[in-house]
């Protein structure tokens, strides 16, 4: 039986997954509890920064940043790491395309390749 890292390809693969799991560890999230300010008329849902409201139970997508509403409040957790908070092999470089909430490690001296793990 090969070993996790027997080929390079499958060393791309962990390295990526690994990195996944950093952006699950390492992103920002933030909870505002949903108050009640009217007994009589209590909230239907969540409003986020930009003001828009969400229904119980919604789930959607801003500034990278997955949230929820709930009948607890308002949840939002990012989609990418915090800068800083990746090591990354010095030659590399995480590249963060906010469009897409998407991280690469790409070469520094090359950005058309992907890094290779150590």
């Known amino acids: 039986i090969g070993s996790l890292f027997s ?7 962990v390295f990526v997954c690994l990195l996944g799991l ?6 920002k999230c933030f909870f505002k509890e949903l108050v009640a300010k ?3 008329n ?7 920064e930009d003001g828009k409201q ?4 919604s789930k959607w997508v801003r500034d990278c940043m997955d ?3 709930t009948s607890e409040g308002l949840s939002c957790c990012g989609k990418i790491p915090d800068a800083g908070t990746v090591d990354v092999p010095e030659e590399c470089e995480l590249v963060v395309d906010k469009e897409t909430c998407t991280v690469k ?4 001296s090359d950005k058309a390749k992907e890094c290779k793990p150590v």
């Open 54 to 57: 969400h229904g119980f139970g």
């Open 7 to 13: 080929t390079p390809r499958r060393s791309l693969h």
């Open 38 to 40: 009217d007994e009589k």
């Open 22 to 27: 950093v952006v699950l560890c390492h992103s």
């Open 105 to 108: 490690v790409v070469m520094k």
């Open 67 to 69: 949230c929820s509403c």
């Open 42 to 48: 209590p909230p239907k849902g969540c409003v986020d």
